[in-house]
Nanobody
Framework: QVQLVESGGGLVQAGGSLRLSCTASGRTFSSYVMGWFRQAPGKEREFVTA????????AYVDSVKGRFTISRDNAKNTVYLQMNRLEPEDTAIYYC?????????????????WGQGTQVTVSS
C-alpha cells in the first residue's frame, strides 16, 4: 500500500510560479512511475505529466510543455511539479498518482494510488 500526500498548491497571479510536492509512504517509491493529473471545475481529470522510475524519462501534455517540469527524489520518496508562467487555464485540483508501468502513462486507468489533491488557482 502506498499513500500519497500532495502539498504546495495555492493562489498565484498569472505569470507566477508554484512548486507542488507529492510525498509517498513506504519503501517502494522507486518502483513506481509517478504522474500528475489535474481536474478543473466541470471538466474531466486530465494527464499533465509523468516521470519514470529513475527520472530518466518524462512526458508532458502539450499545453504545459516548456512551462512545467516534473522531477523526483527517490531518497526522499517525493515527486515535484515546478509550474512556471502559470495561466488562468491551469486552475484546477492537481493530483499525483503512482503506477507500475510506463507504457500507458497518460491514461488514468492503471494508476494504482492517488493523492487527495491540492488546489491551484491562477488569477488573471
Amino acid at each position: 500500500q502506498v499513500q500519497l500526500v500532495e502539498s504546495g498548491g495555492g493562489l498565484v497571479q498569472a505569470g507566477g510560479s508554484l512548486r507542488l510536492s507529492c510525498t509517498a509512504s513506504g519503501r517502494t517509491f522507486s518502483s513506481y512511475v509517478m504522474g500528475w493529473f489535474r481536474q478543473a471545475p466541470g471538466k474531466e481529470r486530465e494527464f499533465v505529466t509523468a516521470i519514470s522510475w529513475s527520472g530518466a524519462n518524462t512526458a508532458y501534455v502539450d499545453s504545459v510543455k516548456g512551462r512545467f517540469t516534473i522531477s523526483r527524489d527517490n531518497a526522499k520518496n517525493t515527486v515535484y511539479l515546478q509550474m512556471n508562467r502559470l495561466e488562468p487555464e491551469d486552475t484546477a485540483i492537481y493530483y499525483c498518482a503512482a503506477r507500475r508501468d510506463w507504457t500507458r502513462r497518460i491514461e488514468l486507468t492503471g494508476y494504482d494510488y492517488w493523492g487527495q489533491g491540492t488546489q491551484v488557482t491562477v488569477s488573471s
